[in-house]
């Protein structure tokens, strides 16, 4: 039977391939999971592995292109047991030339002695595993390469499977690195280097935990290795495993942030894993205060400024890779659009007028206060139906236009602006888009949002005033189309009916990709916007 192996999957924005080499040669016999090319693609290089035993037909040759789920070779599997049988009978002629085997003694005939099971042992347990490749795996659409942050594991250490072996940072969120199996882990990638999704990233040897120490081996008595033996079945029979007394990702998680050490939980899992629902329900101890101590020593540690005698002194920080990705992200955004921003003014009277007359009694039925934001939002919503060029996104040749209104809220953190999405805006109320604003933004604060919450959104919302702006041209959230500036309200004279007054004036600006949304649109959105505000109760009546 000929098996075909095809171009496989490699990224979600990746459709074409380039042969880089061939590691076999046409009409070679291949072992499964055999390295049998090398395959290029325009981010990174990635092995092909026979996904059966059997002899290759190659049919494309090194240095071709060739797209996604194209047959690239064929390997006939029924010729692995042709193969085995020629092996075999050429073992058996080399044993018919050799003279014939005197009768076996009767010592030979009696079992094993102590001694030779030793070494059977040894030799077993320094019989190298299966090699089992980590790659970065993909954490989001939008995520191309991420950062190795931190190896939770040293070269050489073991490693039992789930278990937390790296954490990856990139440019919205840090994630967790599990080992895809038990042995021994070897780092390819050290500390701060920048990955591509699908590099290697650390390779798992396994079968190796017993020959992690095999001098301490050697050196063990026949009465010693009767002990562990012993002790083997003893454990065996009490049904414990690797998995006794282990963290799944989720818990580990959270019993660190908890400052609880796994050996104090008891898991209720099978064969005694701890589950998410042990680490929730674990009593933090009262030594928490201790765990942290480190983190200040860590913040004294870091380079302090050199203060000259005429006191201009410089202070250097590295970049982080956060910053780093925001910078390269705004920079592109800014040379690949045709980026043009229009203004307008809100007098904020009539919904300030309303949150004072209702926020007590909104508080008091929701737990949770009214704020600009949810005015702002569902008034957007609103103009987006309208004018659903401004929710639109440029894929390629053609304009993806939404007919749901995913709006992404800006928010700052100590780490940088990030930028989670408010799902299904246009069908919330004013209590679910406050509640779901404070969810988000607390998430963003403590660094646990998750790429889900961070990736999809069509429209962009950013609040600039809480920090005092009176103006500014934002900057387009790509892939989306446009984004909405809020800034900070300033009581300026004003003329109403003839009459000049004073009233609590906010600018708005909205910055959008000229090449999907036309001036006629651009402006229509921002004054529908503006009605909306000036007048509240066009938000209930939908007019």
Not at 7 to 34: L, Q
Not at 144 to 164: A, C, L, P, R, Y
Not at 238 to 266: C, D, F, M, N, R
Not at 399 to 427: E, F, K, M
């Amino acid at each position: 039977m000929s098996l075909e192996v095809k171009v496989p999957t490699v990224g979600e924005s990746i459709t074409e391939v380039t042969i880089a080499s061939w590691a076999k040669k046409e009409g070679e016999y291949v072992e499964m999971d055999e390295v049998i090319a090398e395959l290029e693609s325009d981010k990174a290089t990635f092995e092909l592995n026979a996904e059966q035993a059997g002899v290759l037909h190659i049919k494309a040759k090194e240095g071709d292109t060739v797209e996604v789920g194209t047959v690239i070779c064929e390997i006939d599997t029924e010729a692995k047991s042709n193969g085995k049988a020629q092996a075999s009978s050429e073992a058996d002629g080399k044993q018919q030339e050799k003279p014939a085997d005197k009768e076996p003694s009767k010592k030979s005939q009696e079992a094993p002695s102590s001694e030779n099971k030793n070494d059977s042992k040894k030799s077993d347990t320094q019989t190298p595993g299966k090699v089992i490749e980590m790659k970065i795996p993909t954490v989001g659409e939008s995520i191309t390469e991420v950062v190795i942050s931190e190896w939770k594991k040293n070269e050489g250490d073991h490693v039992d499977m789930d278990e937390v072996i790296a954490e990856i940072e990139s440019d919205k969120a840090t994630f967790e690195l599990t080992a895809e199996a038990e042995g021994i882990l070897h780092i390819v990638a050290a500390k701060g280097t920048t990955l591509e999704i699908g590099a290697l990233a650390c390779t798992i040897e396994t079968g190796t935990k017993a020959s992690s120490q095999p001098q301490a081996q050697s050196t063990k008595s026949t009465a010693e290795d009767k002990k562990e033996e012993t002790a083997v079945e003893d454990k065996s029979n009490g049904q414990e495993s690797y998995a006794t007394g282990h963290a799944s990702p989720a818990a580990a998680k959270i019993l660190s942030e908890k400052g609880i050490e796994p050996q104090t939980v008891k898991g209720t899992g099978k064969d005694g894993r701890i589950t998410k629902e042990d680490a929730v329900q674990a009593k933090t101890p009262e030594t928490k205060k201790e765990v942290q101590a480190p983190q200040t020593k860590k913040e004294e540690t870091q380079p302090k400024a050199k203060i000259s005698q005429d006191g201009r002194g410089q202070r250097r920080e590295k970049m982080s890779n956060l910053r780093k990705t925001i910078s390269r992200r705004l920079v592109s955004v800014k040379n690949e659009t045709a980026m043009l921003t229009t203004f307008n003014e809100v007098d904020m009277k009539p919904v300030m007028d309303l949150r004072k007359k209702y926020k007590d009694a909104f508080k008091e039925k929701y737990e949770v206060n009214l704020g600009f934001m949810s005015f702002f939002t569902k008034a957007a919503c609103m103009a987006l139906k309208e004018w659903p060029a401004v929710n639109a996104m440029i894929d390629g040749d053609e304009i993806i236009y939404n007919d749901y209104c995913d709006v992404s809220i800006a928010v700052s953190t100590p780490r940088g602006l990030v930028v989670p999405v408010i799902r299904n805006a246009d069908q919330m109320s004013f209590e679910q888009i406050e509640k779901d604003i404070i969810r988000l933004a607390t998430k963003a604060k403590d660094n646990k949002l998750s790429i889900e919450e961070m990736t999809g959104g069509t429209f962009t919302i950013t609040n600039g005033g809480v920090f005092g702006s009176m103006l500014s041209t934002p900057i387009i959230n790509a892939p989306q189309s446009a984004i909405l500036g809020m800034h900070n309200i300033v009581e300026r004279p004003v003329a109403v009916n003839g009459e000049v007054v004073v009233r609590p004036i906010m600018y708005v600006a909205l910055s959008y990709d000229h090449r999907i949304i036309d001036g006629r649109e651009s402006v229509s959105f921002l004054y529908r916007l503006k009605e909306l505000i000036e007048d509240p109760a066009r938000l209930l009546l939908g007019v």
